[in-house]
Protein backbone atom coordinates (compact mmCIF):
# COMPACT_ATOMS: atom_id res chain seq x y z
CA UNK A 1 0.00 0.00 0.00
CA UNK A 2 1.72 3.52 -1.41
CA UNK A 3 1.74 6.21 1.59
CA UNK A 4 2.28 9.40 0.89
CA UNK A 5 5.69 11.44 2.51
CA UNK A 6 5.09 8.65 5.44
CA UNK A 7 8.86 7.27 4.62
CA UNK A 8 8.76 7.56 1.07
CA UNK A 9 11.85 9.96 1.58
CA UNK A 10 13.70 8.59 3.93
CA UNK A 11 15.86 11.06 6.36
CA UNK A 12 17.14 14.21 5.11
CA UNK A 13 20.29 13.81 7.17
CA UNK A 14 21.10 11.13 4.98
CA UNK A 15 20.91 12.24 1.36
CA UNK A 16 22.63 15.28 2.55
CA UNK A 17 26.22 15.95 2.12
CA UNK A 18 29.08 18.60 2.37
CA UNK A 19 28.27 21.70 3.92
CA UNK A 20 24.41 21.21 4.29
CA UNK A 21 25.25 17.87 6.08
CA UNK A 22 27.34 19.59 8.69
CA UNK A 23 24.84 22.18 9.59
CA UNK A 24 22.26 19.85 9.65
CA UNK A 25 24.08 17.90 11.87
CA UNK A 26 24.97 20.86 13.99
CA UNK A 27 21.73 22.22 14.08
CA UNK A 28 20.43 18.21 15.52
CA UNK A 29 23.47 18.97 18.47
CA UNK A 30 21.84 21.87 19.72
CA UNK A 31 23.82 24.69 18.00
CA UNK A 32 20.83 26.36 16.15
CA UNK A 33 23.42 29.32 14.63
CA UNK A 34 26.20 27.14 13.65
CA UNK A 35 27.19 30.07 11.30
CA UNK A 36 26.82 32.92 13.76
CA UNK A 37 24.67 34.91 11.96
CA UNK A 38 22.42 35.95 14.59
CA UNK A 39 22.64 39.70 16.16
CA UNK A 40 25.18 39.02 18.79
CA UNK A 41 23.70 41.72 22.38
CA UNK A 42 26.53 44.10 23.28
CA UNK A 43 27.91 43.57 26.47
CA UNK A 44 30.18 46.08 28.68
CA UNK A 45 32.32 46.18 25.78
CA UNK A 46 35.48 48.18 27.38
CA UNK A 47 39.14 47.69 26.78
CA UNK A 48 40.00 45.44 29.23
CA UNK A 49 36.45 43.06 28.35
CA UNK A 50 35.59 43.64 24.81
CA UNK A 51 32.78 42.22 23.29
CA UNK A 52 33.80 38.87 21.38
CA UNK A 53 33.18 38.34 18.20
CA UNK A 54 33.48 33.94 17.21
CA UNK A 55 35.02 33.54 13.81
CA UNK A 56 36.77 30.71 12.31
CA UNK A 57 39.00 32.80 10.10
CA UNK A 58 41.61 35.48 10.81
CA UNK A 59 39.11 38.42 9.94
CA UNK A 60 35.59 39.21 9.78
CA UNK A 61 33.44 42.19 8.90
CA UNK A 62 31.11 43.70 12.06
CA UNK A 63 28.22 45.94 11.87
CA UNK A 64 27.78 48.03 14.74
CA UNK A 65 24.43 49.62 15.78
CA UNK A 66 25.85 52.34 18.15
CA UNK A 67 22.73 54.17 18.88
CA UNK A 68 19.07 52.17 19.25
CA UNK A 69 17.71 55.13 17.53
CA UNK A 70 20.74 54.81 14.64
CA UNK A 71 19.23 54.66 11.28
CA UNK A 72 22.57 53.25 10.25
CA UNK A 73 25.04 50.82 11.04
CA UNK A 74 28.83 51.51 11.77
CA UNK A 75 30.98 48.55 9.66
CA UNK A 76 34.29 47.33 10.63
CA UNK A 77 37.08 44.98 10.23
CA UNK A 78 38.16 42.61 13.15
CA UNK A 79 41.49 41.06 12.73
CA UNK A 80 42.81 37.94 14.82
CA UNK A 81 44.87 39.61 18.09
CA UNK A 82 43.82 43.16 17.52
CA UNK A 83 41.32 44.39 19.44
CA UNK A 84 38.84 47.35 17.93
CA UNK A 85 37.11 50.02 19.02
CA UNK A 86 34.19 51.36 17.31
CA UNK A 87 33.13 54.94 16.74
CA UNK A 88 30.91 54.73 19.95
CA UNK A 89 33.00 53.60 22.45
CA UNK A 90 33.08 49.94 22.17
CA UNK A 91 35.52 47.63 21.78
CA UNK A 92 35.39 44.43 20.06
CA UNK A 93 37.95 41.55 19.77
CA UNK A 94 37.96 38.21 17.32
CA UNK A 95 37.63 34.72 19.00
CA UNK A 96 38.27 31.72 17.36
CA UNK A 97 35.52 28.92 16.66
CA UNK A 98 36.01 25.69 15.22
CA UNK A 99 34.01 25.83 11.39
CA UNK A 100 31.33 23.88 11.22
Known amino acids: MWRPFASDHGDPIEHATGLEKRELLAKMGGNDD ?3 MKVIKRSAG ?10 AFDERIVGCICDSE ?3 ISWMWLHKGEPKRCECGYWFNL ?3 APV
Open 34 to 36: PFD
Open 46 to 55: TRSCPNEIPS
Open 70 to 72: ANS
Open 95 to 97: VHK
